[in-house]
């Protein structure tokens, strides 16, 4: 699985290519919705105003909105 990270107006944005299906992607953005990992702080999560998963197996989109930015 390859993993891109995109700033965008909103936010950002990750895709994923490669060996990834889309059902994980779903399944990590409901556990991080409902504070089941420990991907970011608190403080993090509370930035987000949106996450959207977008596309197919083997190409699937995140998109993150709110006070978000890219890491270097």
Request: charged fraction near 30%; glycine fraction near 8%; proline fraction near 0%.
């Amino acid at each position: 699985m390859n993993k891109n990270v995109f700033k965008t107006c909103e936010g950002v944005k990750m895709a994923f290519t490669g060996a990834v299906a889309k059902e994980n992607i779903i399944k990590m953005v409901e556990n991080c919705a409902t504070g089941q990992c420990e991907c970011m702080s608190d403080e993090s999560k509370a930035k987000i105003s949106n996450m959207e998963v977008t596309g197919e197996d083997g190409e699937v989109n995140l998109n993150l909105s709110g006070d978000v930015v890219k890491k270097r």
